[in-house]
């Protein structure tokens, strides 16, 4: 399709999907959660949701991954009004990273003017652990696709948005302070994004280390821009869920990834509660 009739599809499908949600619900979401590998199991304590399978909603793409239930909830957690994803598209399930990060739009155009994403990663720091939790302070986009490429969506954002900031310092505070209070070890780094579906080798793994990466993982990066150009505020959480140490004795499969992210899902909820009321 040629660009410019996809951007229009895309503001067209934007206000298709969200009219579709709105005559479901009339509740106005606050704060929007991206729910990662292992991750989905806080969508359970959202109280009276109205659940939404994303093959029922315009332009969303259902997700391959194991994990992954692929439906929205909005209900209310912790007092506020929430929209949830639980479980995400990725680049390897072959969209555009425009299409992969489409829900933050909907999510947005709902109501939501903040954004807690969360992952399961792979630990590049040797002395870390897996089933820590890490702050995400930054990211590197390796993925080969940005999600602003084509015309821009003048309405919803600037054509060359900075990324400098692109996850909120007052937020990451909150979340230091929240995992104090909880008596929970949140680590710090940068999330770095690869388009997978394959791991990486070890050769890339030394090279992602020397880049400043502290994890690695297959998602997330582009919702981040799209959410920062929508001008939504935005934290990241991750689950490491395996040492994708270069060095290593090997590397994890999937499903013991999804494993470790189970195994650790109650800190992290208890996390997410913990923040939720502050999240302004």
Known sequence: MHVGLEAQKLSSDI???????????DLVPEVALILGSGLGP???EIEDPVVIPY???PGITPSTAPGHAG??????LQGRTVVAMKGRIHPYDGQPAARLAFPVRVMHELGASSLVVSNACGGL????SAGDLMLQTDFINYTGDNPLTGPNLDERGPRF???Y???DAAYQELARAAAREQGI???????????????????EGRMYQAWGAHAIGMSTVHEVIVARHEGMRVLGLSCVTDMALPDGDGHATGDEVIEVAERSGERFRRLVRALLPDLR
């Open 15 to 25: 206000r298709d999907a969200t009219d579709f949600v709105r005559s479901r619900t």
């Open 55 to 57: 093959t029922e909603i």
């Open 165 to 167: 900031d692109c996850y």
């Open 125 to 128: 720091v040797p002395e870390w």
């Open 185 to 203: 070890d949140l680590r710090e780094g940068v999330y770095l994004a690869i388009s997978g579906p394959s791991y990486s080798t070890r050769a």
């Open 71 to 76: 439906e929205l909830y909005v209900g209310t």
């Open 161 to 163: 948005p900075v990324m």
């Open 42 to 44: 806080l969508a359970n």
